[in-house]
Each structure stands twice: as C-alpha cells, then as structure tokens.
C-alpha cells in the first residue's frame, strides 16, 4: 500500500513537472514571437514614414529622382520583409533602407530651404523616434531570444523542447556597417 502511495506521488510529481517544463518553454516562445512582432510593428511604422519624407523633398529635390527611387525601393523591400521574412531577412531589408536614407539624408543637405522645412524637420524627429523604438524592440527581442535559447539548451528544459515545438532562435543582427541608424543633422 505505501509503494502504491509513493508510486503514485512520484507519477504526480514527473507530470506536474513536466506541465511546468512544457509551459515555461511554450510562454518563452510566446514572448520570442511577441518581441518578433515588436520589430515588426517599428519597422512597418518607419516605412510608412518614408513616403511623406520622399514627398517632401521631391519638391525641393526633384532632380534627385534616383536617390528617391532608392528610398522607395528600399522601403518596399523593408514592408514585404516585416510582413513575414525571416529575422536575417528583416535585418537585409533594414539595412538597405538605412543606406537609402543616409543618402537622402546627404540630398537634403544640399537644400538648406528644406533642412528648415517644419513639415521635413517633423519628419525627421518622427524618424528618430522610430528609430529609439526599434533600438529598443531589437533588444527586447533578443532578450526574449537568449532567454528562450539558454532554456532550450540546459537541462532539465532542453528535454522538453521537442515535446514543446520549441527550437533555439536567431539574434536580431544588423547588417555589417549598419549598426547605428542614420545619422540626421539640422
């Protein structure tokens, strides 16, 4: 009667930790998605930035016509990335788009009318905000990431993880060179 007893605790025991085990993996998942999203949310919000930013400097710059097709091309590449790209994927498409700004950047110095422009330096002080924010959600999401990647890997949580669905996740790296965002001077 006492083995069955102990038999029994030892059953409820094994299962409830493996509940706790199979739980912390999935919600570590979860917040690894959730700081995924993050990213997502901050570079969708800077390319919709860039419109009104290449609107206004169209028409100052109109024969920059190149350096505004860039900016275009760059910040579709950058929508289609956040809308379902990989992670290095996303980090490629950002890394593009900030070389294209670095150049619009250079255009609008050249037109120091522009550079004045309330409607351009708002913009611009959106831009940065945006830029904070996606600093900060790359960090969060690499956080949530090497949470997530220590348990996967340790024991006792790496013998759930296949139970789990859960595997190691990439960091968020910026492509070489572009660690830093564009820089922007009044």
Do not use: C
Not at 85 to 90: E, L, N, Q, T, Y
Not at 121 to 130: C, I
């Amino acid at each position: 009667m006492i083995f069955a007893i102990i038999a029994i605790v030892v059953v409820l025991a094994l299962v409830a930790f493996f509940v706790v085990g199979f739980n912390k993996l999935r919600t570590q998942n979860v917040a690894v998605d959730e700081a995924l999203g993050g990213i997502d949310v901050q570079l969708t919000r800077r390319a919709d930035l860039i419109p009104n930013l290449v609107n206004t400097v169209k028409g100052y710059a109109q024969h920059e016509a190149g350096v505004l097709e860039a900016v275009t091309a760059a910040r579709a590449g950058l929508q289609q990335a956040a809308q379902g790209g990989s992670v290095a994927d996303k980090a490629a498409a950002e890394g593009v788009l900030n070389q294209a700004l670095g150049r619009l950047f250079a255009v609008a110095e050249a037109y120091p009318d522009l550079k004045a422009s309330a409607n351009f330096q708002q913009l611009q002080a959106e831009l940065s905000d945006t830029e904070n924010k996606l600093a900060f959600s790359r960090q969060y999401y690499n956080d949530a990431a090497a949470t997530l990647n220590k348990s996967v890997q340790t024991i006792p949580w790496m013998f759930f993880a296949g139970v789990a669905g859960v595997s190691k996740r990439d960091f968020y790296e910026a492509p070489q060179g572009q660690e830093a965002p564009p820089t922007v001077s009044f």
